[in-house]
């Protein structure tokens, strides 16, 4: 694929997810909504890692870290939820965490956190159009 191809790629991918990212919290299934929320920001992040850096993004699942190897200007508030998000896919991944993680999932922790995804998701999606 060319370049233009594996951008869109990880944007549309990163879009259907984030369709089952809703409809799971409309079903209220709080644990696997953030787990895809994770995946909707992974993958805008490797569109971006795409665009600025080289076709084959790295397979790695921390969210700072992955942002950290490109040319990202992040605020701390940013990294902070790039850290965050990154342990709804590991507290759902490990079954040691995945109970205490799912009492944890509230409605209102959930909205809160979805919150922050689709901010990170808009702000990514500008970074990936410039």
């Given at each position: 694929?060319?370049?233009?191809?594996?951008?869109?790629?990880?944007v549309s991918s990163?879009?259907?997810?984030?369709?089952?990212?809703?409809?799971?919290?409309?079903?209220?299934?709080?644990?696997?909504?953030?787990?895809?929320?994770?995946?909707?920001?992974?993958?805008?992040?490797?569109?971006?890692?795409?665009?600025?850096?080289?076709?084959?993004?790295?397979?790695?699942?921390?969210?700072?870290?992955?942002?950290?190897?490109?040319?990202?200007?992040?605020?701390?508030?940013?990294?902070?939820?790039?850290?965050?998000?990154?342990?709804?896919?590991?507290?759902?991944?490990?079954?040691?965490?995945?109970?205490?993680?799912?009492?944890?999932?509230?409605?209102?922790?959930?909205?809160?956190?979805?919150?922050?995804?689709?901010?990170?998701?808009?702000?990514?999606?500008?970074?990936?159009?410039?």
């Amino acid at each position: 694929m060319k370049k233009k191809e594996l951008i869109e790629y990880w944007v549309s991918s990163s879009d259907k997810d984030f369709k089952t990212m809703e409809n799971l919290v409309k079903s209220t299934d709080y644990l696997w909504a953030l787990f895809i929320g994770h995946l909707v920001v992974e993958k805008l992040l490797k569109a971006y890692y795409v665009k600025t850096v080289d076709d084959n993004p790295p397979w790695i699942h921390q969210l700072l870290k992955l942002a950290e190897k490109t040319d990202l200007s992040l605020t701390e508030e940013q990294k902070d939820a790039f850290l965050l998000i990154t342990t709804f896919n590991i507290n759902v991944r490990y079954p040691d965490y995945k109970y205490e993680f799912y009492k944890k999932c509230t409605k209102k922790y959930t909205e809160t956190n979805i919150a922050k995804i689709k901010e990170l998701r808009l702000w990514l999606k500008g970074q990936i159009r410039n």
